[in-house]
């Protein structure tokens, strides 16, 4: 395993990250956190410390300054600005592929609330680097026109005692001409604090990027 705290470009500014990939990595997946998170959020490292065990790299980045972090606190308009986060998870994609121990490897993006709007708008931009998308509690309905483009095969995971964020899912994967799936989680909230919850996601996101990454593990 080899861990580097990176610097990744993007707007005229530098925003860090994690990224930690396995022994003969046979892809990259690169998270956006939700809103108000950052690259430490504990769900997103869960889930991608079970996606390195199928071999996986995976790539965590803030997508706000520390400047902007600030602003957001206060006034949220951060969050919610699809573009400016799509934009600096293309520019991570890219410099993915400027890397010359990442360069050769497929992407996956998994976006967790907003996060996952920025996913699917970074993928549709994108088509020949992006392999898969996962999404956790998303909002993929904020992504908009993007839909229709998105051309990697897309998860949308969403709790079962999550109606209202159920419901954008649902109406989201309608818009969608990828392949596609809705994964249900039984009893989970919007966070998937319940027990058992984020380990569902978890097992989820890895079969998934099995699938349309490289040859599954089980």
């Known amino acids: 395993m080899i861990s580097h705290l990176v610097r990744i470009p993007a707007d005229g ?24 998170s950052s690259r430490h959020s504990p769900r997103n490292r869960r889930v991608a410390a079970e996606l390195r065990t199928a071999g996986l790299g995976t790539l965590l980045m803030d997508l706000l300054s520390e400047q902007e972090e600030q602003r957001d606190l206060l006034t949220a308009e951060h969050r919610f600005d699809i573009p400016l986060l799509a934009r600096r998870l293309v520019a991570a ?32 931009e994108r088509p020949d680097r992006v392999v898969a998308v996962v ?42 001409r990828a392949p596609h799936r809705v994964r249900v989680v039984p009893g ?4 998937f ?16 990027c099995d699938e349309h990454v490289g040859v599954a593990t089980d």
């Open 188 to 191: 989970a909230t919007h966070l």
């Open 193 to 208: 604090e319940e027990p058992g919850a984020l380990e569902q996601v978890a097992d989820a996101a890895r079969r998934w």
């Open 93 to 124: 994609t890219d410099w993915l592929a400027d890397r010359p121990e990442t360069a050769a490897l497929p992407v996956a993006l998994f976006g967790a609330s907003t996060g996952a709007a920025a996913a699917l708008v970074a993928a549709a």
């Open 13 to 36: 500014a530098s925003f860090a990250g994690d990224l930690d990939l396995p022994d003969a990595a046979r892809g990259v997946v690169l998270f956006a956190h939700g809103s108000g």
């Open 135 to 176: 999404s956790r509690g998303g909002r993929p309905d904020l992504a908009y026109d993007a839909l229709e483009a998105v051309r990697a095969p897309v998860l949308l995971i969403v709790g079962g005692d999550d109606p209202e964020v159920l419901r954008l899912n649902e109406e989201a994967a309608r818009r969608l």
